[in-house]
T-cell receptor, first 113, second 113 residues
Framework: NAGVTQTPKFQVLKTGQSMTLQCAQD?????MSWYRQDPGMGLRLIHY???????DQGEVPNGYNVSRSTTEDFPLRLLSAAPSQTSVYFC????????????FGPGTRLTVL | GNSVTQMEGPVTLSEEAFLTINCTYT??????LFWYVQYPGEGLQLLLK?????DKGSNKGFEATYRKETTSFHLEKGSVQVSDSAVYFC????????????FGKGTLLTVNP
């Protein structure tokens, strides 16, 4: 199993550009989440999904869109990048309800100029 | 609202020293508690967890006990190694919503030989 994979590892954008951060998992997990990590802030939840076709907003959803067409994939879209979105983005997945751990991807470091 | 307060870093120790990283939480209901570790340049990995009061999570010499009366989950290790140098995050999920972790801000630990 590859676990949770994310692409790209690094990305530089100009203000106003759009892009999609890819996330995939091969563990057949129902739940997937996107977090951003900023210095001194810990990780904050952007969006999450409890299954294919179902998504919801987390703590900091503004400026981001998500969709979940398959169990495996959970892409994060930035429609018009802003410097405030410079961050490290982590995708995570977990099994259904319970006390199970979240499995994290290696992260995407995004810089918006 | 829900929150995690953990010891501000950075923490610098000599090899074989005793480590404590304090963590307290504010949550509704009966949360599950986690410690995650992030090694340089990598994603987050689960270090240990506890799912009910008085449970002790342990892994790789690290321990933490779920103290409901003090809403705490302090991380301890009796003898740290250089390889323990990393950022440590305290986190919890509540209401069975393990897709939605609330994180502390992280504590950077550096262990010198």
């Amino acid at each position: 199993n590859a676990g949770v994979t994310q692409t790209p590892k690094f990305q530089v954008l100009k203000t106003g550009q759009s892009m999609t951060l890819q996330c995939a998992q091969d563990m057949n997990h129902e739940y997937m989440s996107w977090y951003r990590q900023d210095p001194g802030m810990g990780l904050r939840l952007i969006h999450y999904s409890v299954g294919a076709g179902i998504t919801d907003q987390g703590e900091v959803p503004n400026g981001y869109n998500v969709s979940r067409s398959t169990t495996e994939d959970f892409p994060l879209r930035l429609l018009s990048a802003a410097p405030s979105q410079t961050s490290v983005y982590f995708c995570a997945s977990t099994q259904t309800r319970g006390h199970n751990e979240q499995f994290f991807g290696p992260g995407t470091r995004l810089t918006v100029l | 609202g829900n929150s995690v307060t953990q010891m501000e870093g950075p923490v610098t120790l000599s090899e074989e020293a005793f480590l404590t990283i304090n963590c307290t939480y504010t949550a509704t209901g009966y949360p599950s508690l986690f410690w995650y570790v992030q090694y340089p340049g990598e994603g987050l990995q689960l270090l240990l967890k506890a799912t009910k009061a008085d449970d002790k999570g342990s892994n790789k010499g690290f321990e933490a006990t779920y103290r409901k009366e003090t809403t705490s989950f302090h991380l301890e290790k009796g003898s740290v190694q250089v390889s323990d140098s990393a950022v440590y995050f305290c986190a919890f999920s509540s209401g069975g919503s393990n897709y939605k972790l609330t994180f502390g801000k992280g504590t950077l630990l550096t262990v010198n030989p």
